[in-house]
């Protein structure tokens, strides 16, 4: 005959503290977003419009900006590199000097940022060119249409040579 065996009570659990865990938790979610923002801050670079230069020139001169505006008056040698235009926003224009190859896209009446500093004669002397395009992008609704489109960018790419 066996003999029942009696039932032992339940060892009682050890409760964790949660303390190490909420600290750990914090400290990841602090350190992840000082990474996001801390370099998002530094790749958001703003520019001033060529009004908003000409009145904060006492505070800007010398340092480098950038100024964004519409393209007015290009003369480019595509020989040299040199690159003369100048850039409005309809209350103050500036001339800008560049140096280097020029996209595509750059021609008169659009937009772009340059980034360089004032030299002695009022000419902005530009050593970063970014070409502003336009962001509407339609898709051919037919094959006649994308060829209208083809046709149309090689005809103004043969004016722009």
Same mark, same amino acid.
């Given at each position: #005959? ?16 949660? $303390?190490?865990?909420?600290?750990? !938790? *914090?400290?990841? +979610? &602090?350190?992840? *977003?000082?990474?996001?923002? @801390? ?8 520019? +001033? ?10 505070? $800007?001169? @010398? ?5 964004? !505006?519409?393209?007015? *008056? ?9 690159? %003369?235009?100048?850039?409005?926003? !309809? &209350? /103050? ?7 280097? /190859? ?7 009446? =659009? &937009?772009?940022?340059?980034? @360089?500093?004032?030299? *002695? =004669? ?10 502003? %395009? ?14 209208? #489109? ?7 790419? /043969?004016? @722009?040579?």
């Amino acid at each position: #005959m066996t003999t029942p065996v009696s039932q032992l009570p339940q060892a009682r659990r050890r409760r964790k503290n949660p $303390l190490p865990y909420l600290l750990a !938790g *914090a400290v990841l +979610v &602090g350190l992840l *977003a000082y990474i996001i923002f @801390g370099n998002l801050a530094q790749s958001i670079e703003y520019f +001033v419009t060529p009004t908003e230069y000409q009145a904060e020139k006492a505070s $800007l001169q @010398g340092r480098t900006v950038r100024i964004g !505006g519409l393209v007015k *008056a290009v003369k480019y040698d595509r020989q040299t590199l040199d690159l %003369h235009f100048n850039v409005t926003d !309809g &209350g /103050a224009t500036f001339p800008v000097i560049y140096q280097g /190859a020029v996209s595509d896209l750059f021609k008169e009446n =659009q &937009g772009v940022v340059v980034r @360089g500093v004032f030299n *002695a =004669q009022n000419v902005f002397q530009a050593n970063e060119l970014i070409v502003k %395009h336009s962001e509407e992008y339609r898709v051919p609704r037919s094959q006649s249409e994308l060829k209208d #489109m083809l046709r149309n960018a090689k005809d103004a790419n /043969a004016e @722009g040579q």
